[in-house]
């Protein structure tokens, strides 16, 4: 009888590659309503003027793909392609003007790219701040800490060009955010670009 029992539960329990690491913050749960996403550089980052734009798609098209919010529902700000100064009151506003539920707001802080020595073969950094607003209350969803949530990505050799190196800095910073809105698988929940913090390293141990 334990014997059976034991196998039961063996069967039941999910295998290693069927868990999921669950969503900080379920955003998933409300994929019906819209989100105004943002995406600036702080300034002195000295971030190139394509970087936003780059990292504002990419996170759109995850949260079209993962999340499932609906293409429609995604309203990407013009601060992510304008040079405009920043204002919380005027991203508020623009977001609420667009009758969406969230502002997704990301700050680009620190960027670096270096061309070595060997033709198109790059080295780089990408530092951001990410907060999710709820538009109606003013309050942030997500993170819990003050300040947003520092996501940071690196690679230290890639041998295909810029537009290669910016890829993967892009996309390793874009899932870093979006995991934490929908249950990730946990095999696919670490990017092999992003730099890990000891905190993170520790809380996702088991």
């Known amino acids: 009888m ?40 702080s300034t002195g980052s000295g971030t190139d003027v394509d970087v936003p734009q780059l990292l504002s798609r990419a996170i759109a098209k995850d949260l079209q793909q993962k999340v499932k919010i609906r293409q429609e529902n995604i309203f990407q700000s013009s601060f992510a392609a304008a040079q405009t100064p920043f204002t919380w009151s005027r991203a508020e506003q623009e977001a609420r003007q667009a009758k969406a539920a969230f502002l997704l707001y990301v700050e680009i802080i620190e960027y670096e790219l270096i061309a070595l020595h060997q033709k198109n073969y790059y080295m780089g950094k990408l530092t951001a701040r990410a907060l999710l607003l709820n538009t109606q209350t003013g309050q942030a969803v997500w993170p819990a800490a003050q300040g947003g949530q520092l996501v940071r990505a690196a690679v230290d050799f890639e041998k295909n060009g810029r537009s290669e190196i910016l890829w993967r800095l892009t996309t390793a910073v874009t899932h870093c955010i979006v995991r934490e809105f929908y249950n990730c698988p946990k095999p696919a929940y670490w990017s092999a670009d992003e730099v890990k913090s000891l905190d993170s390293l520790m809380e996702n141990m088991d």
């Not at 034991?6 to 749960?29: D, H, I, M, Q, R």
């Not at 994929?31 to 996403?37: A, G, I, R």
Request: aromatic share 10%; with cysteine.
């Open 2 to 41: 334990m014997g059976g029992c034991t196998l039961l539960g063996f069967l039941l329990n999910p295998s290693a590659s069927e868990k999921s690491v669950p969503a900080v913050f379920p955003l998933a749960e409300y994929k019906d309503k819209s989100v105004y996403l943002l995406v600036c550089a």
